[in-house]
């Protein structure tokens, strides 16, 4: 049944009703007649002038509000360019709201093609800007609901960052960052907002989205939206807005079933730590996400919002001291939620374990000690596969509950579940949840919540699940736009039932649905990405060369303790204050951008660095223990000490070429000799071979380096013979195609197996060039 007051259309033509509401909310054509060109009543410009910001990426850190807005700024206006790539530009806004626009919503409007912060005249940071990508815009910010008149001349500040939220390429997200990028100021001024025709452009927004994604399936729902729409239509060209108002409002009174699926909204903004830009940027970019949420939170008291990486939490409170009060405000009303308990959103396969341990422990000391709060989750949307020890690291840490999304990108095949018991390597379980909507980046959409509720593997399974919206990546969250369509949605008919609510409601709904949830066992692998095992292959050693460091400095540094106690003074102390900041360094590295090398250029000279201060932290530490244990006076001793849980044999090195054999007890020392080996090995030339032999191993070398066989003394087998009778080869040098479909950095695809080159092949005395690292390899 039709609602009172829709007629359907004259004719049952879907092709011309849904493109009419359409075109008539439409922002790119018709603007002169449509009801969005009837959107701001009235405009004012404003006075502009400028100052900028010397130096490039990062200067911004090394100034305050106060000494910045003491600087000469000097006149500019629309239509002026701003650059380079990285470069910070900050604009003093003058302007006066005429005393006509009492009782009207008034905004500031802004379009540089970048992103940019709005600051009060007082150094309060009042919201985040992004007008440089057609899918992500945060273009105004809202100065007043309703002007009461009188205010003067008043004054805003722009700090405006040469770059986009997806970076500075000139083409799609893995072009190459442009370092001599500008940007065009297209759009400074006030407006006056007709909240009515705001209101009737949100409703008809929701109203065509539920007509064109339910007539695809020939839903009767779809076409009663339809209809509804274009009544509204008609009305608003009759001049009845208010009737036009109604009709809206009557039909999203109709709810939806009782067991209807249940979609637990969480908005969010998903801020990669570094990718298209560096840490710098997005230091700012939680300015920017963190304050455009408060501000979202004074009109929409119902509204949550989750965020993730304490690192990021960090870097608010140290450079936005005062929003991070006026967050802290937000999480004592349950409003804005720190979710994860990691310290970054990290690679979730090549740390160490105790380097997961530590993302835990670091994260959930942050919440606790600034915030009050423990979070209950594992929260890792958003990285490259997920190592099967992570349920028994979670246990570890008294965690559960475990959200990511990542696996609906898996190439070949799809995953089964989105709801699952997850099993580790040691039995341990915990729950596991994809958000069936496949993104964290959601719009609010209708065809996103159908979808949403489709796609859904476990449908009968279980009767709630995630949905992740707000611009994400490169941060920004939930707008003003989602959030009124988010009322529009939250219980109407044709679509699943919706709700705002914390990620604990969320859990807590799915453990009552456990019983009938399906169990995996053993990694989470993502048939994607694999590339990134090998892309920036720095990061790597360093990171597990920090990690190495890490663990033999702690393990000295705890021996010291536990023999010397009181007599080591201040040891214990001095270590923890160098330990702690290093170990957040290489945290901060591990980000799911950083350390699998899918980052832009920038990125890695900064985070080597950190590795490097990092492992000389580490360094100091050692040597301050080894100092208090044995002292630094007297004759030297070399001691080799052995930190791993098993007796180890090894040559160390005491000298250039020189080589001493040791043994050392498990988690203890042993004083170095000049230790000849058992045995000599004899290296001799046959008939083109090297053929080496020590007593315990006996290898066929050839002159291009391949180990041709390999044979255990007193075992006749060949360890490079195949079942087939054919002789294999070890050590062979092989490259291949780096040709995938999109990724370039990312990816290997199947087919490169197919064109391998072996580099130390008998047959090869060729010069071999690689790229883009342009190293010259010459094989005779």
């Known amino acids: 049944m039709s609602d009172v007051g829709v007629q359907a259309s004259i004719h049952k033509n879907l092709k011309t009703t849904l493109p009419r509401i359409s075109n008539y909310i439409t922002s790119t054509r018709f603007q002169e007649v449509n009801l969005l060109g009837r959107l701001y009543e009235n405009t004012s410009p404003v006075i502009l002038s400028h100052w900028a910001l010397p130096g490039g990426e990062g200067a911004w850190q090394g100034w305050i509000f106060d000494d910045i807005i003491n600087q000469t700024f000097t006149p500019t206006a629309v239509g002026q360019q701003f650059g380079p790539t990285w470069s910070t530009h900050w604009f003093k806004v003058e302007y006066e709201i005429p005393d006509e626009w009492i009782g009207k919503e008034v905004r500031f409007r802004w379009a540089s093609g970048s992103e940019a912060s709005v600051w009060s005249a007082d150094g309060e940071l009042l919201q985040g800007l992004s007008t440089g990508t057609s899918h992500q815009m945060r273009p105004d910010y809202i100065l007043t609901r309703s002007y009461v008149g009188g205010a003067g001349p008043s004054i805003l500040y722009i700090e405006m960052a040469a770059n986009r939220l997806f970076g500075a390429g000139d083409g799609d997200d893995i072009t190459p960052t442009n370092p001599d990028k500008y940007y065009t100021l297209t759009r400074a001024e006030i407006a006056a907002v007709n909240t009515q025709v705001y209101k009737l452009t949100r409703d008809l927004e929701v109203l065509y989205q539920l007509a064109d994604t339910l007539t695809k399936k020939d839903d009767p729902i779809g076409y009663q939206a339809l209809y509804t729409a274009n009544q509204m239509v008609n ?7 208010s009737g036009a108002s109604t009709l809206a409002d009557n039909y999203f009174l109709k709810g939806n079933g009782e067991r209807a699926h249940q979609l ?25 996400s963190y304050s455009a949420q408060v501000k979202i939170m004074e009109d929409y008291p119902e509204y949550i919002f989750v965020a993730s990486q304490a690192q990021q939490w960090q870097w608010c409170k140290e450079y936005y001291p005062e929003l991070f009060n006026r967050v802290k405000v937000k999480v004592t009303e349950g409003k804005f939620l720190p979710v994860g308990t990691t310290w970054t959103e990290m690679d979730a396969n090549i740390p160490s374990g105790e380097s997961f ?14 915030l009050g709060v423990t979070c209950n989750e594992f929260w890792l949307p958003d990285t ?11 246990r570890h840490m008294g965690l559960t509950r475990f959200l990511t999304q990542k696996l ?9 579940h989105h709801s699952f018991t997850w099993e580790g390597i040691d039995g341990s379980t915990v729950l596991a949840h994809f958000p069936p909507g496949a993104s964290y980046t959601m719009n609010l959409d209708v065809g996103e919540l159908v979808y949403a509720e489709t796609n859904l593997e476990d449908k009968g399974r279980v009767g709630t699940s995630a949905f992740l919206f707000g611009y994400g990546d490169g941060g920004g969250g939930p707008t003003e736009d989602m959030l009124e369509r988010a009322a529009r949605l939250k219980d109407c008919d044709g679509c699943p039932k919706f709700n705002i609510v914390s990620p604990d409601t969320l859990f807590t709904e799915l453990e009552k649905d456990q019983h009938n949830m399906c169990r995996w066992v053993g990694e989470l692998f993502l048939e994607f990405h694999n590339g990134t ?13 920090a990690e190495f460091q890490f663990r033999d400095a702690e393990f000295l540094l705890s ?57 000389l932290a580490a360094d100091g530490v050692w040597d301050n223990s080894a100092g208090a244990l044995f002292g630094t006076a007297g004759p030297t001793t070399s001691v080799a000490f052995n930190t791993l849980q098993w007796t180890r044999d090894e040559v160390v090195t005491t000298g250039i070429d020189q080589y001493a054999l040791v043994q050392v007890p498990p988690m203890g020392y042993a004083v170095v000799q000049d230790t000849p080996p058992h045995q000599g090995v004899n290296v001799v030339l046959e008939d083109g071979v090297y053929v080496m032999d020590n007593a315990t191993l006996r290898a066929e070398i050839s002159t291009k380096g391949q180990v041709l066989s390999l044979k255990l003394a007193g075992d006749d087998r060949d360890y490079f013979q195949r079942q087939s009778g054919l002789q294999g080869a070890g050590n062979q040098m092989v490259i291949f195609d780096d040709e995938p479909l999109y990724w370039d950095a990312w990816d290997v695809m199947d087919y490169h197996l197919e064109t391998p080159t072996f580099l130390n092949g008998e047959n090869v005395s060729t010069k071999v060039l690689l790229r883009p690292a342009m190293i010259l390899s010459e094989v005779n």
Not at 276 to 286: G, M
Request: proline residues 5%; contains cysteine; neutral net charge.
């Open 533 to 545: 095992y090998t892309s920036q292959t720095a990061m790597k050693r360093l990171c597990r060369k």
């Open 408 to 416: 609906h990108w898996s190439l070949v095949n799809r995953f089964p």
């Open 559 to 615: 021996s010291a303790i536990a023999i010397l106690g009181a007599t080591a003074g201040t040891l214990l102390p001095d270590s923890l204050a160098a330990l702690d900041p290093a170990w957040k360094k290489v945290l901060l590295n591990q980000f799911h951008d950083v350390l699998p090398g899918s980052g832009i250029e920038i990125v890695y000279p900064e985070a080597e660095g950190y590795y490097n201060e990092a492992i």
């Open 384 to 394: 490259f596969g997920y190592s099967a020890q992570i349920p028994a690291l979670m």
């Open 235 to 241: 009305s608003i060209i009759a001049g009845d807005e």
């Open 264 to 288: 637990a909204a969480m908005g969010n903004c998903h801020i990669d730590s570094a990718w298209l830009w560096p840490y710098s940027e997005t230091k700012r970019k939680v300015g920017r």
């Open 357 to 370: 341990i530590r993302q835990f422990l670091h994260g959930q000391r942050f919440y606790q000690q600034e």
